[in-house]
């Protein structure tokens, strides 16, 4: 073998590993998709904001990569991370049901998921099944709303979606839903939104611990390379090591 064909693949194989950990939006930004979910992701006079969208867009500022970011309805920005390959979407909580779906790039927020009513309501909730003789208002293929199908409540009966949060609350108000799924920070942030003082409007009548877990994550579907979820997962880990995570944890929650 000569030296020139041993330089050529070498050069080849420099090639093949760079395509192996270079992201396919190599040539241009990545795909990123989530849903308006304040405080972690939202948009403000046109532009998206809110803690996670901040802690990935430093993750991205640590990889030096760009980001192409989608604001959707949720089940549609599940269904185009889920199913197409190199598309990160956040916040998601992850479930068992949803384990082998997606590859986890890691935590992006904290959590805790209520059962909320509303202040005079006095419902009384010992246990999660005791919430099956009312309606509770769902947004549609969220983790919510996921997690009370696996437990045997039925859309349509006793759950009621929608495609927005804000709808819920409105609903809860105007007494066509009893009870709403919600993380506690996202419950209050639209109450607030909506002008109420949530400690005087809702009630955390059931807490969902099975929901809350870790938090929130960052994740890219199954067909998504391996070397590409664990860049990213070495971006967040950098982004939560030299204190941007805790100074946008401070400055949101």
Partial sequence: MSWLNVRTRGALLF???IGAVAPAFASGAVKIVTEE?????FTERGKLTGFSTEVVEAVLKELKISGEFQSLPWARAYETARDTEDVLIYSIGRT??????FKW???VAPTSYYLFSLSGKNLKLRRLGDAKKYQVGTVNEDVGEQFLVSKGFVKGQNLQSSVKYEFNYEKL???RVDLWIMPELVAY???RQAGDDPAKVLVPAYPVTELGGDGYYIAFGAKTPDALVARFRRGLEAVKKNGTYDALK????
Avoid: D, H, Q, T
């Fill in 15 to 17: 090639m093949i590993l």
């Fill in 37 to 41: 979910f304040p405080p972690y992701n």
């Fill in 96 to 101: 068992k049901e949803r384990e082998r779906l």
């Fill in 105 to 107: 790039v890691g935590v």
């Fill in 173 to 175: 108000k105007a007494g």
């Fill in 189 to 191: 942030f639209l109450s």
């Fill in 250 to 253: 401070r400055k949101w929650l």
